[in-house]
């Protein structure tokens, strides 16, 4: 009973998953391609929240502010024409200092607001967006230049340059220019050949490959890595001691402040190379709204595999993403199958996407409330 309890939440999502995927009526080549997309697309910025959960921080919804950092990084990028790896190089160069700059003021706020950071950081997403809104709108273009005039919206005319971003900017020229450093494709003789050796019979259908983007995924295991090492430094052990007790690891000698501000400022830094991971994905960038669900959904899906507000593992991290993703690719066409009507599964995904969290922090109490009469 204790093991099912400490697992309710995985486990409650894996035959979500299971039930979604079979009324899908989805073939597996397509759906295992659509995992392993979004696995490699989102897994980076559901990483960047662990090192604040582990200082005692809770879930940093405030990582949206690491993504538009990366996002005005490929804005810089964009203007001055820069294609191709070397573009998203430079854009993540970029994105550094602007996501050292945010996650210190966060940090600081969030040390004026001890105990309650996790509504904090949801409400400085919101304050921060206005002021990304209001850069983006009305600076650009009148106090920050643009050599690249397509960028900007129309004038009133309709025929120059006015002021103001674009809503949509291209980023073909740098699309997949981190997946497409190490890519395979398995064919379908390849998969039925390596399923064989295993004593496997499988009925594949053809015309399908399947694409790994292996260069994304040996980046992510390599931060996977990190994280681990960091977790074994002196900064990890205080990371640790804060998180279990701030007026203890204080006695010990301790800064707790610079501390907590550290662990921020590498979330958000991570936040911010993970959304430039995201982009080079998807290929274009919406200006105003990219960024908007960042924290919601890497939140979610990292709660999804059995994180806590106060306890989170890469595996967690790892399984959430997998979980989380697998709804949202199935949800949509198992309620068409169900229901008749496509709609019920856009608007199930929806559900998915903002309940998952009330969901999750109602398990994980009624998992706490078991441990406490035990």
């Known amino acids: 009973m204790k093991i099912l309890r400490g697992n309710v939440v995985p486990l409650f999502f894996i035959v ?3 039930l979604g995927a079979h009324y899908s009526g989805l073939a597996w080549p397509f759906l295992v391609n659509e995992i392993v997309t979004r696995i490699a697309r989102n897994s980076f910025l559901v990483i960047s929240l662990i090192v604040p959960v ?15 950092a990366a996002q005005f990084a490929f804005i810089a990028v964009v203007n001055f024409q820069w294609t191709g790896s070397a573009g998203i190089l430079l854009a993540s160069a970029l994105s550094v200092p602007f996501s050292v700059a945010f996650g210190w003021l966060a940090g600081l706020l969030f040390n004026r607001a001890k105990g309650k950071e996790m509504i904090t950081g949801i409400i400085l ?6 002021i990304y809104q209001m850069v983006c709108l009305t600076l650009v273009g009148w106090l920050i230049p643009v050599r690249l005039t397509s960028l900007l919206l129309p004038d009133k005319s309709g025929v120059g340059p006015g002021v103001g971003l674009i809503n949509t900017i291209d980023l073909r020229s740098m699309q997949y220019g981190i997946d497409n450093l190490w890519k395979i494709r398995l064919t379908m003789p390849d998969i039925q050949e390596l399923c064989g050796s295993f004593g496997w019979n499988v009925t594949i259908p053809p015309n399908i490959p399947i694409s790994v983007p292996v260069g994304t995924l040996i980046l992510i295991a390599l931060l996977c890595r990190g994280i681990h090492f960091l977790f074994r430094t002196k900064l990890g052990q205080d990371f640790r001691a804060v998180g279990q007790d701030r007026h203890i690891a204080g006695i010990a000698g301790i800064d707790v402040n610079r501390v907590r501000v550290t662990a921020v400022v590498i979330s958000t830094v991570l936040a911010g190379l993970g959304q430039i991971v995201f982009l080079q994905n998807m290929g274009n960038l919406q200006t105003y709204g990219s960024h908007v669900q960042v924290g919601t959904f890497a939140v979610a899906s990292l709660l999804i595999g ?11 991290a790892l399984l959430g993403t997998l979980l989380f993703h697998t709804l949202f ?8 199958n169900l229901m008749g009507n496509v709609q019920v599964g856009e608007y199930f995904r929806v559900f998915v996407s903002y309940g998952v969290i009330g969901v999750a922090l109602a398990l994980h109490a009624w998992r706490r409330r078991g441990e406490t009469e035990e």
């Open 329 to 336: 690719v199935v949800s949509p066409q198992a309620g068409k």
């Open 306 to 316: 059995g994180a806590t507000v106060t306890r989170a593992t890469v595996g967690q």
């Open 54 to 68: 582990l200082a005692g921080m809770g879930l940093n919804f405030g990582i949206v502010l690491g993504a538009m």
């Open 16 to 18: 979500l998953c299971g």
């Open 125 to 130: 997403g919101f304050f921060a967006n206005g």
